[in-house]
């Protein structure tokens, strides 16, 4: 399976392009999964839901749709996994009321989470229910890339079959001497400047692709990746893409152009739900 989406589904700017004009903000998620079929659920990095919320959640979206949401930075950026270990699992509980819409969880690990750490990191990841919710993590102290700790991690998680997210940085950094207006790399700058590995430690794969606000400095880059995702799928691998852009307003468009050049290369790429979606609505400009 292919699953694409952004980072979030509420995002104003979007109304009267990739929205609706008039789309009321209560509509968004609604909308949302009626184009993409995943989300990355940076929402819950910032502000734990509660079940109400998370009911909603189901309520607006298909059961084909899959929610990736981070572990809350309460839990994640606060030291130690371990002591936090009972308070996310009952974090986890509130999630599975999404029911078949919950993917993997998302780890994300700040860049001073180094693998001094390693005990504490494979002490959770063993001890997470991975048969009720996969997981999936991210990490950022650089010396993670160094080969040692690198080859410790990824056998790591492939033992427990714990997916590794693939941080792909390299618009951001690549070329800034062609003068990009940098109030837009601002906050995308606060993602690290990390290698980019092409690798898989699970069945499912996720992917998180910083754009550049042009679409053609994109180009080459989707390039690369296209035979890398054509590869997985064909293996079997479920592949969540997710786009994201200093300018979030092009992430829609930008996840729409990765689609349909994946999609050339890939002819059974199963069809996004924003093809059914009646113009103008799904009349996005590519800028």
């Known amino acids: 399976m292919f699953y694409l989406g952004c980072a979030v589904w509420a995002f104003k700017a979007w109304v009267g392009d990739f929205y609706p004009a008039g789309a009321k903000s209560g509509d968004f998620l609604r ?19 509660d079940a109400a919320t998370v009911d909603r959640w189901a309520d607006q979206t298909p059961d084909t749709f899959r929610f990736c949401p981070k572990i809350p930075r309460l839990y994640s950026h606060s030291g130690a996994l371990m002591p936090h270990f009972e308070q996310t699992l009952a974090f986890l509980q509130t999630l599975q009321r999404l029911g078949p819409r919950l993917g993997p969880m998302f780890l994300q690990l700040p860049p001073s989470y180094g693998p001094d750490r390693f005990t504490d990191l494979r002490d959770f990841l063993t001890a997470w229910p991975r048969e009720v919710a996969p997981i999936s993590v991210e990490v950022r102290h650089l010396a993670w890339f160094e080969k040692l700790h690198a080859h410790r991690l990824n056998d790591t998680l492939r033992q427990l079959g714990v997916g590794r997210v693939l941080l792909d940085t390299r618009t951001m950094y690549d070329g800034q001497e062609d003068g990009l207006p940098d109030p837009q790399l601002t906050s995308e700058r606060r993602k690290p400047k990390v290698p980019l590995q092409h690798i898989t430690t699970a069945d499912f794969t996720l992917v998180r692709y910083i754009s550049h606000p042009d679409l053609n400095f994109n180009e080459p880059y989707i390039l690369q990746w ?26 829609p468009a930008l996840a729409r152009y990765f689609y349909e050049t994946l999609k050339g290369a890939y002819p059974d790429l199963p069809t996004l739900p924003w093809d059914s979606v009646k113009p103008p609505d799904a009349q996005l400009s590519l800028f």
Do not use: K, M
């Open 31 to 49: 909308l949302y999964g009626d184009r993409f079929t995943t989300v990355e659920g940076n929402t819950t990095f910032y502000s734990i839901p």
């Open 226 to 251: 296209v035979p890398r995702l054509v590869e997985w799928l064909r293996q079997g691998q479920t592949v969540y893409l997710f786009i994201h852009c200093p300018d979030e307003a092009r992430s």
